[in-house]
């Protein structure tokens, strides 16, 4: 099962001499690679884990726009909404402006409204606070 693939995610560990981040046995390429194949499963699943995982808040970011983006599954979208909050949760911070209009965006649409207030709760609260 594709899902195999994102097992063991939650430790994150440094590879090598080239300090290569890996969650779990997976390296941010492949990670990556799985999020982009859209199996939902595998996908949502290996979001998560660089959402929680990955200490570099800007490319964090990046992952999570280019799963708001057209053409990926609701699934996916969905879970992107929601770890805009858990970015902001975990890095303190929101850096890039467009993720804020993707907020913007998904609010008129009502499958999407109650994540994204969610999520703008969380920015509220932890923009001011810091991470969690």
């Known amino acids: 099962m594709l ?3 994102v097992r063991g995610c939650s430790a994150l560990a440094m590879a090598g001499g080239d300090n290569e981040i890996l969650m ?9 690679g799985i999020v982009r194949r859209g ?5 949502t699943d290996a ?5 929680l995982n990955e200490p570099d808040n800007r ?3 990046q992952v999570v726009l280019e799963c708001l983006e057209a053409g ?4 996916v979208r969905q879970l992107a909404v929601t770890c ?7 890095h303190g911070e ?4 467009r993720l804020r209009r993707k907020l913007d965006e998904y609010a008129k649409d009502p499958i999407y409204a109650g994540l994204v207030e969610a999520a703008r709760d969380d920015i509220e609260v932890y923009e001011r606070r810091g991470p969690f």
């Open 3 to 5: 899902a195999d693939e």
């Open 24 to 32: 779990g046995d997976k390296s941010r390429a492949e990670l990556l």
């Open 39 to 43: 199996e939902v499963v595998s996908a």
């Open 47 to 51: 979001l998560l884990c660089i959402v």
């Open 59 to 61: 490319w964090v970011e």
């Open 72 to 75: 990926k599954t609701e699934a």
């Open 84 to 90: 805009v909050g858990h970015i902001v949760r975990l």
């Open 94 to 97: 929101l850096v890039d402006s």
